[in-house]
């Protein structure tokens, strides 16, 4: 599913990371650790395609199977959860997409607040909401930054559910204990 060999990011004179090599087959779950500013957010986003890498070979899966949450949930404020959901839906050209949406309000314990605005919402619901966000297209592989922040622990709960589910996963963490059993490879930048 993933492939990298020799992998680098530089911003300028900055190296970021470099010499990452990565075989992550379908179904596997990485595990990315280290220090802030160590380089596992600009990872992601390098996975995500979001990013180009500046050396190295890649091979990732078609971007429409993707799904990425980083350190902000990505969602429109001035939006109602359903507004927002409603507009990935539509981005995603999901057919069915009101019975997903619904779905997934309603599995994150969102469903009440459904009409609500996003400015409204605690930082742990907009995390949920990102969630929802990026669980909606059904993505076989998911790339996770910190998903953990700003959850209580029945949000917690419901993160640790998601990852039952059979996909391919990506999780960047400084809470490696809460995943690291999940783990079939790991990653830590120093």
């Not at 220090?35 to 078609?62: D, I, M, Y």
Request: hydrophobic share 40%; glycine share 10%; proline share 5%.
């Amino acid at each position: 599913m993933i492939s990298a060999r020799g992998l680098a990011k530089r911003y300028g004179d900055r190296r970021v990371f470099t010499g990452v090599d990565l075989d992550l087959a379908a179904g596997g779950f990485l595990l990315v650790t280290g220090p802030n500013g160590s380089g596992k957010t600009t990872l992601l986003r390098v996975l995500a395609g979001l990013a180009a890498p500046s050396a190295g070979e890649l091979q990732l899966p078609e971007r429409h199977t993707v799904g990425y949450l980083g350190h902000s949930p990505n969602v429109y404020r001035e939006l109602s959860a359903l507004e927002n959901l409603t507009l990935f839906g539509r981005l995603y050209r999901l057919p069915e997409r009101a019975e997903r949406i619904g779905m997934l309000l309603e599995r994150f314990g969102l469903w009440e607040m459904r009409r609500d605005r996003v400015s409204t919402f605690s930082r742990g619901m907009q995390q949920r909401l990102g969630l929802c966000r990026v669980l909606l297209h059904e993505p076989s592989l998911l790339l996770l930054d910190e998903p953990y922040n700003a959850l209580d622990a029945q949000g917690a709960a419901l993160l640790d559910g998601v990852f039952d589910e059979p996909r391919t996963w990506v999780v960047a963490t400084h809470e490696p204990q809460r995943v690291e059993r999940r783990a079939t490879e790991r990653l830590a930048f120093a």
